[in-house]
């Protein structure tokens, strides 16, 4: 098997270009395309497997409420009534099992995660099961959550390997264990959950709070808060490279993720944008067909195709960048070639 360097026609001492990064992710897939039976095996069930509802548990929601309406004022009652009912329209679309590929950053790439509720299939009408009691749905919900977790990591450890393995010209032996990676993603996703579920719903709290008293201070603080979540997110981009191609810790690989973003800013808007652009316009072509019609397989092999060698392709252009690091920035250490499991 020839390098991918090799067949890109680089030196040793060169970096691979944004387009030239997704062609060797591409290649990637298409030399292991073992790696996208796991997105089209979570769609394939999505689109064929059972279905769980818990539009029973919010009318149970909406009828308790119902029965404290009269301490209410009308405003607030009517924007109850409002909120209860967009919340019961989102529950009558809403398949449980869409939870197996929702958590950001670490899901399987997925064409019909939101896919309706009711939508037919070639094999017929699919089962739907309601859930009506509260606890055993979130200990279900908790179940799937966990297990989407699972395979999103087994999927993107799995693809790292692969890069790791066809980039490196000389394979070395890893200083990293598999526990030390897991935990380091874990403990980024756990971060991730605390800002999500503790940290953000108090500072909307806090921007309502405002707007109360001046929607002006409130736009404007929604506004920055905006702004400031999207810089964040981009400059953490690289951070699960970081820990499962480089081998990195997570404060290495967090602090890197920034200098990379600094450094690269315009190859990586370029990344990001030509990666939206494939994806989003292929996504397109590969929904035309009714979930009714089997031409759906071919999308649904068609995303994860791309899905994962655009995945593939952040890789690669993560490996080839970090490398320059220390050329970039001369109080960096050196050695920061990637390591091998």
């Not at 299939?121 to 919900?141: D, E, H, N, Q, R």
């Not at 959950?193 to 709070?209: M, N, Q, S």
């Not at 001046?214 to 702004?227: K, N, Q, R």
């Not at 993560?318 to 250490?333: A, C, G, M, T």
């Amino acid at each position: 098997m020839h390098g991918a360097r090799e067949e890109s026609n680089l030196s040793p001492r060169d970096s691979l270009g944004v387009v030239d990064s997704l062609k060797v992710g591409f290649e990637i897939v298409g030399r292991h395309w073992g790696v996208i039976l796991l997105p089209i095996g979570i769609d394939l069930w999505l689109w064929w497997g059972p279905r769980f509802s818990i539009l029973p548990l919010v009318e149970q929601m909406s009828a308790l409420m119902n029965t404290s309406y009269p301490g209410m004022d009308l405003e607030t009652v009517r924007q109850a009534m409002e909120g209860m009912e967009a919340l019961r329209q989102f529950a009558g679309h809403f398949n449980l099992f869409s939870l197996l590929s929702i958590l950001p950053l670490l899901q399987v790439p997925t064409l019909l995660v939101h896919s309706p509720l009711d939508a037919a299939s070639p094999l017929g009408t699919a089962y739907v099961a309601s859930l009506k009691a509260g606890f055993p749905a979130l200990l279900l919900a908790g179940g799937i959550l966990s297990l989407g977790l699972c395979l999103g990591v087994i999927y993107l450890v799995w693809l790292a390997r692969m890069v790791r393995t066809i980039q490196e010209e000389t394979p070395v032996q890893s200083k990293r264990t598999g526990l030390f990676k897991l935990t380091s993603l874990f403990l980024f996703l756990g971060g991730f959950l605390f800002i999500g579920l503790v940290v953000f719903p108090l500072w909307l709290l806090l921007i309502g709070v405002l707007t109360l008293f001046s929607p002006t201070v409130g736009a404007i603080a929604w506004l920055l808060t905006v702004v400031t979540l999207i810089y964040i997110a981009l400059h953490l981009l690289f951070v699960i490279p970081g820990v499962l191609v480089g081998g990195r810790g997570l404060f290495r690989a967090t602090w890197e993720s920034f200098v990379l973003i600094q450094t690269q800013f315009p190859s990586v808007v370029g990344l990001l944008l030509l990666s939206m652009l494939i994806y989003h316009g292929l996504k397109l072509i590969w929904s035309l067909p009714t979930e009714d019609s089997w031409a759906l397989l071919v999308g649904v092999i068609g995303n994860a195709c791309v899905a994962t060698g655009l995945t593939a392709g952040l890789f690669v252009f993560y490996q080839e960048r970090v490398k320059r690091l220390s050329e970039l920035l001369p109080v960096l250490k050196p050695g920061l070639k990637s390591d091998e499991t």
